[in-house]
């Protein structure tokens, strides 16, 4: 038996070493986790099984989880440790750290005390423990996390001490805390359950009892057994024998000291004794059978859940040692692909990082092909470059176009019959360039001819000013300054956000070394200096339109007579003779009321006598301007002269400004930025520190080598068990069979109930 109880002891051990690597971070290590709600009794329980006695106040203990390991030893002692495995967030720390907290205590007196010290110590993660050692750290400033992941490590001997180990989660933070815990598959759960409240009011049970596979590995324990309001203890028996609330390793019951002697300062051997004695004369735990009898009593708790544990961690132990193997052997392969580099001439890696980003940045000015389907339509680095700025540039033509003059070769009064007004709009709709397609600031032919009266001075009659087309073609030209700014603006957003991306991708893997950003503020400098020019170009273009002038006299004079005789077309089916106009551009005799075929074979014959003539192109429709004029005739003259020269000059604002953007912007960025680039600070020092690894490289190869520190530390552990052990390195089964033999030669010697008592099983 003594094999038996040795190998026990070296199991929690080794299970304990292996969590003070901080491995359980990483792995599922087995472990017996105690949660209850607020006031069920757990620190009685934990004190009747370890001998300790624990802070009671609602303070600093109530905040933090308490590792317990117990051991047997000839005398007693107790440890205390500090363990950080996590920050204030919760977030596991790269490297665990658990440090001793006060000398060894030998007077279970003082662990009290000293509990409670470390329990604060815990809660102020920036203070250097050492300073809660003495009294002084109840006057420290500052405030306390209000809980805490790191835990106060117990390390408990004594001759009266079963071989255990368990975490003690806080009551209150079942909720917050405990899930992290027990959800992981080797957590033996020990349930605490009060017998004063109602098993329905406790939040604990409910969080395990509703899960089923928390049921296959949850201990429970019924506290404060004496409490039990009168005629109301069935129900708890029930629960005992496993009738109501059934787990797999099934219900224990326990009894603790009272208030009045706990005041009374019991000690732990009075407090085993008055339990046992409780439990042997009062019903209806009296009256138990005697195979629930078995379940009765810390001792008999204590030492099941040893059991438990220890078969756990041997049965799991091989598949723990194989898995440290595995995580070890993958964290140095990534370790080794994660070397920092080392440059033998960092300068001659930046110029050339900086030459091969200019380089980019010439091929995307220059245009590049779009990707064939990019995954982002607004990332024009996929979309290319210049083919968005070609649509930005298109925007602007058609925003120019939409300036033109809105000239109406119809008179205002026909206007005023809204039905009238809508359909010359709608018959002039293939005229829009004629017409126009907006709606305000429009101007009806009888308007026009009454600002040219009103604008004569001293001209002889029939003539008329030039500063009325000035006006009229000023008019329209004047939006084109905002329109062009406005153009500017999205071109610059465009190719700035372009670049960018650029610096992004070329330059990302090199931000915290501050290359990058250097690199933006250089490439942003550039942009700026490009743009300002750019900007004094365009305005320049703008102001010399606000002068009509042309030498394009062909292309006026063809517009010119082109819009005149749509104007003249428009203004005469305005004055009811639409059938005859529309008769003559189809040249279709049905379509002309009041001509007749005589009348239309004349008009044939009059086209064919022209083009003997050699008078040719002649159209049918032609001959409308051989109607009667009327005293609207300068002024649709006017109007027609006016939309010309826009024409002219619409075409060549709409593409000189783009043109000038394109030359003065686009590629001067291009033309100065490697002049730009090689004026940075490229000394050997500067581009060292321009070299340094990404954060998120540094810290995940931080994170791998704590990591890598842990497994190798549990690795060692199991390492050493497993050369001391020897004999006990055999499958899990063999060591399942092992431990059956052990009980088997337990039940055979344990007829006496007096051997029964020795054993303590």
């Known amino acids: 038996m003594s094999d038996y109880f040795k190998r026990r002891r070296d199991l929690l051990d080794i299970l304990k070493d292996l969590h003070s690597t901080g491995i359980q971070n990483e792995l599922d290590l087995p472990q017996i986790v105690v949660i209850g709600s607020q006031s069920v009794g757990k620190s009685s329980l934990i004190?009747?099984?370890?001998?300790?006695?624990?802070?009671?106040?609602?303070?600093?203990?109530?905040?933090?989880?308490?590792?317990?390991?117990?051991?047997?030893?000839?005398?007693?002692?107790?440890?205390?440790?500090?363990?950080?495995?996590?920050?204030?967030?919760?977030?596991?720390?790269?490297?665990?750290?658990?440090?001793?907290?006060?000398?060894?205590?030998?007077?279970?007196?003082?662990?009290?005390?000293?509990?409670?010290?470390?329990?604060?110590?815990?809660?102020?993660?920036?203070?250097?423990?050492?300073?809660?050692?003495?009294?002084?750290?109840?006057?420290?400033?500052?405030?306390?996390?209000?809980?805490?992941?790191?835990?106060?490590?117990?390390?408990?001997?004594?001759?009266?001490?079963p071989d255990l180990y368990f975490y003690d989660l806080p009551g209150k933070l079942v909720e917050e805390l405990a899930k992290s815990y027990i959800t992981k598959p080797n957590c033996i759960v020990l349930l605490v359950i009060s017998c004063e409240t109602d098993f329905e009011n406790q939040g604990a049970g409910r969080l395990v009892l509703k899960d089923p596979a928390l049921r296959q590995r949850t201990v429970g324990v019924l506290t404060k057994v004496d409490r039990v309001e009168y005629g109301a203890s069935s129900k708890w028996v029930r629960i005992l024998r496993g009738e109501e609330n059934p787990l797999l390793h099934g219900w224990y019951c326990v009894k603790q000291p009272d208030l009045v002697q706990m005041q009374e300062g019991v000690s732990w051997e009075e407090a085993r004794a008055a339990e046992a004695e409780f439990f042997t004369t009062v019903s209806p735990w009296a009256d138990l059978e005697r195979s629930h009898r078995a379940r009765i009593g810390s001792g008999k708790l204590a030492n099941r859940l040893g059991v438990i544990l220890s078969d756990l961690v041997s049965e799991e132990l091989p598949g723990i040692r194989k898995t440290v193997a595995a995580e070890l052997s993958a964290i140095s392969t990534k370790l080794r692909s994660m070397v920092p580099p080392r440059f033998e001439d960092p300068r001659k890696v930046?110029?050339?990082?900086?030459?091969?980003?200019?380089?980019?940045?010439?091929?995307?000015?220059?245009?590049?092909?779009?990707?064939?389907?990019?995954?982002?339509?607004?990332?024009?680095?996929?979309?290319?470059?210049?083919?968005?700025?070609?649509?930005?540039?298109?925007?602007?033509?058609?925003?120019?176009?939409?300036?033109?003059?809105?000239?109406?070769?119809?008179?205002?009064?026909?206007?005023?019959?809204?039905?009238?007004?809508?359909?010359?709009?709608?018959?002039?709709?293939?005229?829009?360039?004629?017409?126009?397609?907006?709606?305000?600031?429009?101007?009806?032919?009888?308007?026009?001819?009454?600002?040219a009266k009103r604008s004569r001075t001293r001209e002889l009659p029939g003539n008329y000013p030039f500063s009325v087309k000035e006006n009229l073609i000023v008019e329209s030209v004047r939006q084109w300054g905002a329109l062009a700014n406005e153009c500017f603006e999205e071109v610059q957003e465009i190719v700035s956000r372009h670049v960018d991306r650029l610096i992004d991708g070329h330059f990302q893997k090199f931000a915290p070394g501050g290359l990058k950003e250097e690199v933006r503020l250089m490439t942003q400098q550039q942009i700026r200096e490009c743009a300002a020019a750019t900007i004094e170009k365009i305005e320049g273009l703008y102001r010399s339109e606000r002068c009509p002038y042309t030498q394009n006299d062909h292309y006026f004079f063809a517009y010119r007579s082109k819009m005149l005789q749509r104007y003249k077309l428009i203004h005469q089916q305005s004055l009811s003779k639409s059938h005859l106009i529309t008769a003559m551009r189809a040249h279709n005799p049905s379509e002309a009321r009041g001509m007749d075929e005589n009348q239309w074979n004349y008009l044939n014959q009059a086209i064919t006598a022209l083009q003997n003539f050699g008078i040719s192109p002649v159209k049918a429709e032609d001959f409308a301007k051989l109607l009667p004029e009327d005293d609207l005739s300068p002024a649709l003259e006017i109007m027609a002269e006016v939309r010309a020269y826009f024409q002219v000059a619409y075409k060549r604002f709409g593409d000189n400004v783009p043109k000038q953007i394109d030359a003065d912007f686009v590629r001067g960025i291009d033309t100065g930025l490697d002049v730009a680039l090689m004026t940075m600070d490229l000394s050997k020092d500067k581009c060292m520190e321009y070299l340094q690894e990404p954060v998120a490289v540094v810290t995940e190869r931080r994170e791998l080598t704590g990591k890598q520190e842990r497994l190798e530390a549990a690795q060692q552990k199991l390492s050493r068990f497993y050369d001391e052990q020897g004999t006990y390195s055999q499958s899990p089964s063999g060591r399942k069979t092992q431990t059956a033999i052990f009980r088997r030669i337990v039940i055979l010697k344990c007829v006496n109930g007096n051997v029964l008592q020795k054993c303590n099983l």
């Open 47 to 161: 004190e009747s099984m370890s001998g300790l006695t624990l802070p009671r106040d609602t303070g600093t203990c109530t905040r933090c989880p308490m590792e317990c390991r117990l051991q047997y030893a000839d005398t007693w002692s107790c440890k205390i440790f500090l363990r950080f495995h996590v920050d204030s967030t919760g977030t596991p720390l790269p490297h665990m750290r658990e440090i001793p907290f006060g000398p060894t205590l030998f007077n279970t007196e003082d662990v009290e005390r000293m509990l409670r010290r470390a329990q604060r110590a815990i809660l102020r993660p920036d203070l250097d423990p050492s300073s809660f050692l003495d009294d002084s750290d109840l006057h420290v400033f500052g405030i306390p996390l209000t809980f805490s992941g790191n835990c106060v490590c117990v390390r408990v001997e004594g001759p009266n001490v």
């Open 350 to 451: 930046v110029i050339t990082l900086l030459r091969d980003f200019n380089k980019t940045i010439s091929k995307h000015i220059e245009g590049l092909p779009p990707s064939v389907s990019p995954a982002d339509p607004t990332d024009t680095t996929l979309t290319g470059l210049i083919h968005s700025l070609n649509q930005a540039f298109e925007r602007f033509r058609e925003k120019v176009h939409q300036t033109a003059p809105q000239f109406r070769p119809w008179s205002s009064i026909q206007a005023v019959e809204q039905t009238l007004e809508q359909e010359m709009l709608d018959s002039a709709k293939q005229d829009d360039d004629a017409v126009g397609l907006g709606s305000t600031n429009s101007l009806h032919v009888d308007q026009v001819m009454d600002l």
